[in-house]
């Protein structure tokens, strides 16, 4: 508990930012790759803190914010139908789809219920084997183990009622996307220390080698966040790219193995839809052949659905790095948390819901009165 | 189960004053005005809330307003529906905020409760041992907030059709003359105090139904809070604004008072109390304290000249020993809260939408 208080602590958070001050002599744009960092800097309003030569872009690191439309439509589609128990972690049951959320499914009749671990959707099953029993296993390398072994318990205990609905993406391939993007500014990244924490920072070195960019691994807290940019900005400053581990309590080279063994056993990889970027070639995980008797597409025959997105939604750029929340014309109008356009305004990680909760006393474009 | 018990209800050392003919649990005929409802009244209610065997009752409670009316001629009037699952949690029950949220509400306009009703709707199963735990906690709630439990209704609903029971319950209380007490009131300058620690009672009834452990068990901050409310009266009779932060926490009732008042709010995010098991759960569960409910907390507006008067009357109260000046109200930004953070950075407040959904990581 105690290390919440240290690692937001304002003395120790004033030398990092001189340190930065005193480091910096250039612009440079530095990208948080995970949502939970984004989060911490609007929160925070360490960004609004940092000297102006810094730019911080908010990545595509919120696992909800990139999961795609047709998947979302897909999670409808089973939710509603009768028999079906559907699992979700909470904050994806208001993520629109095409026409409608998981919370209205809920209130048409559809049995959606929120759980915090995909191992209680797996103890619902065994509770409901008269019921089909699937959980929405979203999310980056972080959550993958555990719905990796949701899928293992299922098949040990034999459990022919529950099925999952595969939809996780992977952090290296998007960064490898955005780096070599003939659009992108990102001088640098800060790589998201839990994901690290599972699969280690052995994928990252060779991304710096390929594209010559410095990536420092950070946690979540102010001074995780502070301690990072500060050693891209040294980085940078003396011409240097090279993979660093600011979150060496709890990121090590190798990463936890029996969690990727987990992983493995359960999931190959596969190309992935990001919602607003488009498809990335082997960016995802989808279940193992000898899984598929789990697999919620197929039992449920969704594997089709397919959905375009808003024409007037600009997250894609925004997950890019391309554009500010506030510069998409449709902020805070059409686009808000109440009539989210795109899932980057949904997520309380999403990089526009930051924005518009955390930020509208900045700029003349943000609108400050209530409606 | 009482407010300062440990650890889970006995439900087996639970018996009934008088016995309840065969049944052990609610059924549909406890609901249907017969001889099942009169005994459950008679049997369960009447002594769980310690009223006298011998009272005649009535189809509505007469009360002697005489005396009263002397310190007041404005009644405060307030409804709220409790339901809670689970119907325990650690701290309390539904029964303990059945009469403490409703005393409280009424609590919040600077009047003293008088009475409440109390309505049930019961779903048939329910063992009658839980029933009579919950009523009792009515009982001895009421008891230390001295308000009378005046008159009451029990429905009884089919299996599946409630989680266990919903409990209705109004008050009033005369509005003492010179108190005005409305978010209207918020003036620039005023001072905002909380009473006490934020968060506990979201958390610690989340930490139940989801069966999720901190290592410490997180108790319910569920308390009536007229008596500090009158001590805080004695100190300043212009209080301008109190709120019970219950759902939407903190956060719903400084934008709410921000809104009607059509001023700005400015409060130090370093200053509000949070305990730091609190925090590390809300940390966990990717929540914000100041969303999270409380049932034994107020938040006040206090005129900048009698401040010093008003915390001290706050400190001598059990309710109010750790009251805290969280911020001030600005005619900047108006209808806007603006948090500034330990690092010096501001950013805006808002309402949640709805329910504070937890985030996958």
């Known amino acids: ?135 929405f296993a979203i999310g980056f390398e972080t959550t993958a183990p555990a719905n990796a072994m949701a899928v293992h318990l299922a098949e040990q205990r034999g459990l022919t009622n529950f099925s999952v609905l595969v939809s996780h993406v992977l952090v290296p391939p998007a960064i490898a996307a955005i780096a070599g993007s003939s659009t992108s500014r990102v001088d640098g990244f800060l790589a998201a220390g839990h994901v690290c924490s599972v699969m280690g920072t052995w994928q990252y070195g060779p991304l710096v080698e390929q594209f010559g960019l410095p990536i420092v691994v950070t946690g979540f807290e102010p001074l995780d966040v502070l301690e ?26 190798d990463g936890n193995l029996p969690a990727q063994q987990m992983v493995e056993d359960v999931f190959d990889v596969t190309d992935r839809q990001w919602r607003g970027i488009g498809e990335i070639p082997l960016s995802g995980w989808c279940l193992r052949d000898r899984y ?4 919620a597409e197929r039992r449920f025959d969704v594997g089709d659905l397919d959905a375009p997105e808003s024409a007037l939604c600009r997250s894609g750029e925004v997950l890019q790095g391309q554009i500010k929340p506030n510069e998409c014309e449709a902020f805070g109008e059409e686009c808000s948390p109440r009539t989210p356009l795109g899932a980057t305004m949904v997520s309380s990680e999403g990089a526009c819901a930051a924005y518009y909760q955390y930020r509208r006393l900045d700029g003349s474009s943000v609108d400050l009165v209530r409606t | 189960m009482g407010a300062g018990d440990a650890g889970e209800p006995d439900f087996e050392g639970w018996s009934c004053p008088l016995p309840l003919r065969d049944h052990d649990r609610v059924v549909i005929g406890h609901g249907g005005g017969g001889k099942l409802s009169a005994e459950l009244v008679e049997h369960l209610f009447l002594p769980a809330f310690g009223v006298a065997p011998e009272v005649q009752l009535h189809d509505s409670a007469q009360l002697d307003l005489s005396g009263l009316l002397e310190e007041g ?147 319910t901050d569920c308390a009536p809070l007229n008596g500090l409310v009158a001590d805080m009266l004695s100190a300043c009779r212009d209080l301008h604004v109190l709120r019970d932060p219950t759902r939407g926490g903190l956060a719903a009732s400084l934008c709410e008072i921000a809104g009607a008042a059509g001023l700005g709010i400015e409060f130090e995010e370093t200053k509000l109390p949070i305990p730091a098991e609190v925090a590390a759960a809300c940390s966990f569960l ?76």
């Open chain 1, 1 to 135: 508990m105690k290390y919440l208080d240290e690692f937001n602590d304002p003395e120790l958070a004033e030398k990092l930012f001189a340190e930065i001050e005193r480091t910096v002599t250039r612009p440079w744009a530095i990208m948080e790759v995970c949502g939970g960092q984004t989060h911490s800097i609007i929160r925070n309003g360490i960004d609004q803190l940092l000297p102006d030569e810094i730019e911080l872009i908010h990545g595509p690191g919120c696992p909800v914010c990139v999961t795609p439309l047709g998947m979302i439509d897909k999670a409808l589609a089973i939710a509603a139908r009768p028999g079906v128990i559907f699992c979700s972690f909470g904050d994806m049951l208001r993520v629109p789809g095409s026409s409608k959320d998981l919370f209205r499914v809920k209130s048409e009749g559809g049995d959606v219920r929120i759980v915090y671990s995909p191992l209680d959707a797996v103890k619902i099953a065994e509770d409901n084997l008269d019921r089909e029993v699937v959980f």
């Open chain 2, 73 to 219: 001629r404005r009644l405060a009037f307030s409804t709220d529906s409790f339901v809670v699952r689970p119907l325990f949690f650690p701290g309390g029950s539904i029964g303990d905020l059945a009469v403490n949220g409703t005393v409280n509400d009424v609590a919040m306009s600077g009047a003293q409760p008088i009475a409440l009703s109390t309505g049930f709707i019961i779903e048939e199963g329910l063992a009658l041992a839980t029933l009579g735990r919950i009523a009792e906690d009515m009982g001895r709630t009421a008891k230390s907030a001295d308000v009378a439990l005046a008159t009451g209704d029990t429905k009884v609903v089919d299996a599946g059709k409630a989680d266990g029971l919903y409990i209705n319950t109004s008050g009033f209380g005369i509005i003492p003359d010179g108190v005005d007490i409305r978010p209207e009131r918020a003036a620039p300058g005023d001072v905002i105090v909380v009473s006490g620690d934020i968060g506990l009672h979201g958390v610690a009834v989340m930490s139940k139904r989801e069966g999720l452990e901190f290592g410490t068990e997180i108790r």
């Open chain 1, 292 to 295: 598929v008797d789990f697999d």
């Open chain 1, 228 to 253: 990072g940019i500060r050693r891209v900005v040294v980085q940078l400053e003396e011409g240097r790219a090279e993979l660093e581990n600011a979150y060496a309590r709890v990121v090590n080279t």
């Open chain 2, 286 to 361: 990717g929540l914000d304290a100041i969303n999270v409910a409380n049932e034994g907390n107020l938040v006040a507006f206090v005129p900048p000249q009698s401040i010093d008067d008003v915390m001290a009357a706050m400190h001598g109260n059990e309710h109010g020993r750790g009251a805290t000046v969280i911020g001030t109200v600005v005619e900047d930004h108006p209808g806007v809260v603006v948090a500034r953070t330990a690092f010096g950075s501001r950013r805006v407040v808002d309402l949640p939408l709805g329910e504070q959904l937890p985030r996958i990581c």
